[in-house]
């Protein structure tokens, strides 16, 4: 699956679209269809949902913001793809008052443990949507990633604070409410009944690299997401990621 997005966006997302391009291959293999249902929760306008579309699949996308479920179906019409991707109004702590328990291949859940109020119940919610033998996509921001970028812009007392914080906030402006260790993502899949499958750290690199070196030098871009793609499975990288992403599997029920 090659990235959809623009070359400087595709380095916060090229190691997680490889990710689901694996998966989704193997429960295409797997079911025998082509068309996988989806469940993308905090899914925006529609930034996964719209190029999974593009590939088939039928993809719903649950977000709170009724101004990103607008853009959504705007978004989905461009591309031609609007018989394919469904926008409800709703959250992950309330997900089944808008989808259906068990019914989807694979559920994406991007973005939103930093924001509830119970993560653990946020997965457990995204596990009971999945299908038998389904696949959970789960990226969150990193603890690492953000006491290092405080740190590289002189900011120490920030990055102590965040270091030492339970949910990893470096003062009241924090605009992220939470944010988590590999370990902490990796226990809260198998908590809720799942197979980590594999753990990537996302945007290594990206968010230090300073634009300009990206833009104007030859060749850049791809050396810089080929160093992204090496250095995402490598577990020393994990703890200085911007983002964290685990793939989390229900294994072992017969007749998927």
């Known amino acids: 699956m090659s990235d959809p997005m623009r070359p400087r966006a595709a380095l916060r997302t090229a190691v997680v679209w490889e990710v689901l391009q694996d998966a989704l291959e193997r429960r295409v293999k797997a079911t025998g269809r082509q068309a996988l249902d989806i469940l993308d929760t905090g899914g925006g306008s529609g930034n996964f949902a719209v ?49 259906e328990r068990g019914g989807y291949d694979v559920v994406l859940c ?36 953000a006491v290092l970028a405080r740190a590289l812009a002189g900011h120490f007392t920030e990055a102590k604070r965040a270091l030492d914080d339970p949910d990893g906030r470096w003062g009241a402006g924090d605009p992220v409410p939470r944010r988590f260790t ?58 200085v990621a911007t983002q964290l992403h685990v793939l989390g599997e229900r294994r072992g029920t017969p007749g998927a």
Do not use: C, I, W
């Open 110 to 145: 991007h973005g939103v443990l930093e924001y509830v109020d119970d993560p653990a119940e946020g997965v457990r919610n995204a596990v009971a949507a999945l299908r038998p033998d389904g696949v959970l996509s789960l990226l969150a921001a990193g603890l690492g990633g």
């Open 182 to 239: 590999a370990d902490r993502l990796t226990a809260l899949v198998e908590d809720a009944g799942l197979t980590v499958g594999a753990v990537h750290g996302v945007r290594v690199f990206a968010d230090l690299v300073p634009g300009v070196l990206v833009d104007t030098e030859p060749g850049a871009l791809d050396a810089l997401l080929k160093l992204e793609a090496a250095a995402a499975e490598l577990a020393a990288f994990h703890s």
């Open 51 to 99: 190029p999974l579309a593009r590939l088939g699949h039928r993809v719903t996308v649950v977000d709170p913001s009724p101004n990103a479920l607008f853009a959504l179906e705007r978004r989905a019409a461009e591309a031609d793809v609007a018989d394919r991707v469904r926008g409800v109004q709703g959250d992950a702590l309330g997900l089944f008052d808008v989808a």
